[in-house]
């Protein structure tokens, strides 16, 4: 079975200064995908960003980038000029993609609180 | 098309009384799949249906939930004799057959409270 683990329950930072959330995983397949989503306050999840793990490169949304370490099996966030609208509740999830449902696995998630 | 519907946003039930949710997908999206989230814990996968067939069941959905999605459009999940443990919130997602190329869409969720 997949699972997901974000270590940070809560994080806070300044405005336009940079945080990374951590997510580790864990899985025997090798074709997947790991997503990041985003949960305001009494709003819906919205998808940040997400990485193949058949791809090297790190993937990156404008502020939100990924270090995606496969062998480690590590998928941390990175929001580089932190933004209030980025206080929230962010999720570090789990896809298999083989003949499957395509069903997320969802770690507990890290509440994100940026400070004016 | 303003995404995923779900309804009610918000229900308090009686213990032991029967509740059902609805939702309506983005209309071109085959999947639709319905999560749990209890609080501080992150969404747990309930069941999916791929058109109008429920194609997976997670062992959370118990012989006391239901979903149905008839005839491939709009998904309904019902829960009877509902117990405290069942207060959560239930999210509804939808996407296209290949999810994860063109990505979910979530809906608000709908807040269930058994007193």
């Known amino acids: 079975a997949q699972t997901v683990t974000q270590s940070q329950p809560e994080m806070s930072v300044q405005e336009a200064e940079t945080v990374t959330l951590s997510c580790t995983y864990d899985t025997s397949e090798s074709n997947y995908y790991l997503f990041w989503y985003k949960q305001p306050p009494s709003r819906q999840m919205i998808l940040v960003i997400r990485q193949e793990a058949y791809k090297q490169q790190n993937a990156t949304e404008n502020r939100f980038s990924v270090n995606f370490q496969k062998a480690a099996k590590s998928f941390s966030l990175k929001i580089s000029d932190s933004q209030l609208g980025d206080t929230a509740m962010y999720f570090c999830?789990?896809?298999?993609?083989?003949?499957?449902?395509?069903?997320?696995?969802f770690g507990k998630g890290t509440k994100l609180t940026v400070n004016p | 098309d303003t995404g995923v519907s779900q309804d009610p946003r918000h229900k308090i039930t009686k213990r032991g009384q029967n509740v059902t949710f609805r939702c309506d997908p983005i209309s071109e999206h085959n999947r639709l799949y319905w999560y749990r989230q209890t609080l501080g814990q992150g969404p747990e996968f309930l069941t999916y249906?791929?058109?109008?067939?429920?194609?997976?069941k997670s062992r959370l959905l118990s012989d006391r939930f239901s979903a149905e999605r008839p005839k491939g459009s709009f998904s309904t999940l019902e829960i009877q004799r509902t117990e405290q443990g069942d207060s959560a919130m239930y999210l509804c997602a939808s996407s296209f057959l290949q999810g994860v190329d063109y990505g979910y869409t979530f809906g608000s969720g709908t807040r269930l409270t058994v007193v």
């Open positions: 249906f791929q058109n109008e067939a429920q194609l997976e």
């Open positions: 999830a789990f896809m298999l993609t083989q003949g499957g449902s395509e069903k997320l696995v």
